[in-house]
């Protein structure tokens, strides 16, 4: 039995992690959430262990990895995961951790090998995590089926990847095969990602998926943007115009000819899958509104698809339109700092210069990303003095934040002890 994990000291975030129950009891849902939330290191460690560690995340896409031997790195938190295609195109997921004495395997971020070699001794594992070879050093009762690599739970479904590190990860098959459906249009396997943009935020992951959540600041902050994005995520929000209702019903007629599906699909608060349109004149999101890539993607044959949107909590959102796709991951690194990863997908045959230009493709979204960075780095700087206080929502423009809150309320709450303790400040002695 290993007892080295916790070395008998018991857990030192125990403290903290019934604060935190306790202050998700009590807090009020429509408001924001009180400070240790947003930059409190203690918390931030619970965060990742029962959110990040035991969540769905998207990985990557499965056009990153086309082939045998393609493998991809994410981090999580500390832990290092390699993402890998296997034999007959199967894709795995493992620790990036040899079982010799813990050296990453792949240290790059994307790449192709026959086998997965160790750096440091030249351990050698199958793709499919399989020892091979550890050297005759290792004596003669070694067994090599001992070490194998220890794998990470692995989905794909519409071109997406996802991982787990729980040992038992939420259910999650209903959405991935209404995902399938909404993404076969655009045949995801023939796909490439044309252009890939990684920013570092110095704010707290929700600050930036609360800012994600809401276009309440889009008029103030967003001119690029809102060239072409409608900001009502279906006609049923209380704000929709009648002009915007006539464009919907005109659009699905055109839709349902086509075969594209669009209607909104929802699974609890964690995922969503609905397509609007965007401004009307426009295809695309572009500067001008025109298509981004000459090449459709997949069967597509009407540019003017709008925008198919595509919510994945705790850390992803996409727009997937008929000439490309955008994919975002946010990626917790500390308390308040955060990187937000952004890749422009398009057909594998566009070609660069010719079907579509990488600095006009990423355009709208390179100057709205660092728009909302500036936003959410502001946002944190007030959050940490010693005036800010829980503010309140608004129940119409802001509805998308308070689910987004409830869920990961929820999700916290289902995972942590929820015996009474007092404010965090108090429980560290501070």
Request: overall charge negative; proline content about 5%; some cysteine.
């Amino acid at each position: 039995m290993d007892c080295t994990q916790n070395l008998s000291l018991g857990d030192p975030l125990e403290p903290v992690r019934k604060a935190t129950a306790q202050m998700l009891h009590e807090r009020d849902h429509t408001f924001s959430l009180p400070q240790p939330f947003y930059n409190d290191e203690r918390l931030f460690q619970v965060d990742m262990q029962e959110i990040f560690h035991k969540e769905w995340l998207i990985a990557g896409m499965t056009c990153e990895i086309p082939a045998k031997g393609n493998f991809l790195t994410v981090q999580i938190g500390d832990n290092p995961i390699i993402v890998i295609r296997g034999a007959e195109g199967q894709i795995h997921a493992f620790h990036n951790v040899c079982r010799h004495r813990g050296s990453r395997l792949c240290v790059s971020d994307k790449g192709k090998v026959a086998k997965l070699v160790c750096p440091y001794h030249q351990w050698t594992y199958e793709l499919d995590g399989r020892l091979l070879f550890a050297g005759t050093e290792m004596g003669d009762n070694f067994k090599l089926s001992d070490y194998n690599l220890k794998p990470v739970n692995c989905k794909t479904a519409g071109g997406f990847i996802f991982i787990s590190l729980a040992d038992n990860p939420p259910a999650i098959d209903e959405f991935l095969s209404t995902l399938a459906h909404y993404m076969e249009p655009y045949d995801m396997e023939n796909t490439k990602v044309a252009v890939q943009s990684t920013m570092r935020e110095q704010a707290n992951w929700k600050l930036v998926i609360e800012n994600n959540r809401e276009c309440y600041h889009c008029n103030g902050s967003h001119p690029e943007l809102l060239n072409t994005l409608l900001e009502w995520d279906d006609v049923t929000d209380p704000r929709a115009s009648q002009a915007f209702k006539d464009q919907v019903a005109e659009c699905t007629t055109r839709w349902d000819k086509d075969n594209i599906p669009y209607a909104h699909a929802s699974f609890g608060l964690r995922n969503r899958i609905v397509r609007m349109p965007l401004l009307k004149g426009t295809v695309s999101m572009t500067m001008d509104g025109k298509q981004g890539c000459k090449k459709l993607m997949g069967r597509i044959t009407d540019p003017d698809l709008g925008s198919m949107r595509i919510l994945h909590l705790p850390h992803s959102w996409n727009h997937c339109m008929g000439d490309h796709m955008i994919n975002f991951t946010v990626w917790p690194i500390s308390a308040q700092e955060s990187i937000v990863i952004t890749k422009w997908l398009v057909h594998k045959d566009a070609v660069e210069g010719v079907d579509y230009d990488v600095a006009r493709l990423r355009e709208v979204w390179d100057a709205t990303n660092d728009q909302d960075r500036r936003l959410g780095e502001e946002n944190q700087r007030g959050i940490n003095s010693t005036a800010y206080q829980p503010g309140p929502y608004s129940k119409t423009y802001e509805f998308g934040v308070i689910n987004f809150l409830d869920w990961y309320s929820e999700r916290m709450l289902n995972n942590l002890d929820d015996t009474p303790a007092q404010n965090l400040r108090q429980v560290a002695g501070e």
